[in-house]
């Protein structure tokens, strides 16, 4: 299919969001086809595509991953071993930076035929980002703490008002664009993160998204970028993998 051509208009949409939060940050549409049946193969070939990107630039990356969970009846979850590790690798070599929506499923449990697998959209080397109302409190449908492990780093932000535009999304009505929508927020805050402060371990960046979180995780972009330089003093900076160098 012609990867200039939204059908859904899904991908317009979260692209839009993160131009309007980092607005000289360059964005690269990734288009993983086929749409309704995404598989692992499909992923790490995007991956692969973005740390050529990264290696190109000569700078690291960010990526937004706003797909997953869409209920338990019907579920799309990035649950692969060989994935989650290819998100590890690639964190490890500071190239890409994965931001994940941490799914719209509810708050259902991980289901029986997932136990043992660790979901990438909660993976310790990921960003997981739920959904608030415009009275910041958690979305009903937002997935606000993923699977997995409950130390991995969780931001959420209000998508009230962000229409989604395709039919695929209208179950979601005026409460916005799922939790797809949250996800470019803190992609362009991680962008600009890496903009002010090239060159430190992304560990950092994470860390700093954590220490300044409001009430229910609340992303406080500003107060994030600028306790980067200070990451380090958080406690959950000691639960963040470690680069070879131990840095």
Not at 149 to 154: D, W
Not at 208 to 224: C, E, V
Request: proline letters at 7%.
């Amino acid at each position: 299919s012609d990867p200039w051509h939204d059908e859904v208009g899904h991908g317009s949409m979260v692209a839009g969001i993160a131009a309007a939060g980092a607005p000289e940050a360059m964005i690269y549409p990734v288009k993983v086809s086929p749409a309704d049946a995404i598989t692992s193969t499909a992923i790490l070939a995007a991956l692969d595509h973005l740390a050529g990107l990264a290696l190109d630039l000569r700078q690291p990356v960010v990526a937004n991953l706003s797909w997953g969970v869409e209920g338990r009846e019907n579920l799309v979850l990035p649950c692969s071993a060989l994935v989650a590790q290819t998100i590890e690798m690639l964190d490890r070599e500071q190239l890409v930076l994965t931001c994940w929506a941490a799914g719209n499923n509810g708050g259902l449990p991980q289901p029986d035929e997932l136990a043992g697998y660790c979901c990438t959209n909660a993976h310790r080397s990921s960003v997981s980002c739920g959904a608030l109302t415009r009275n910041l409190a958690p979305q009903a449908y937002s997935s606000s703490l993923g699977f997995c492990s409950p130390i991995h780093p969780t931001v959420m932000a209000p998508t009230y008002g962000v229409l989604p535009y395709g039919g695929g999304y209208a179950d979601l009505g005026e409460v916005g664009g799922g939790t797809s929508a949250c996800a470019p927020l803190v992609a362009a805050t991680l962008a600009l993160m890496l903009s002010q402060w090239a060159g430190r371990p992304f560990r950092d960046y994470r860390a700093a998204l954590r220490a300044t979180a409001g009430r229910h995780h609340l992303l406080q972009a500003m107060a994030a970028i600028q306790a980067v330089p200070q990451a380090s003093r958080h406690n959950s900076w000691a639960l963040e993998p470690l680069l070879p160098s131990g840095i």
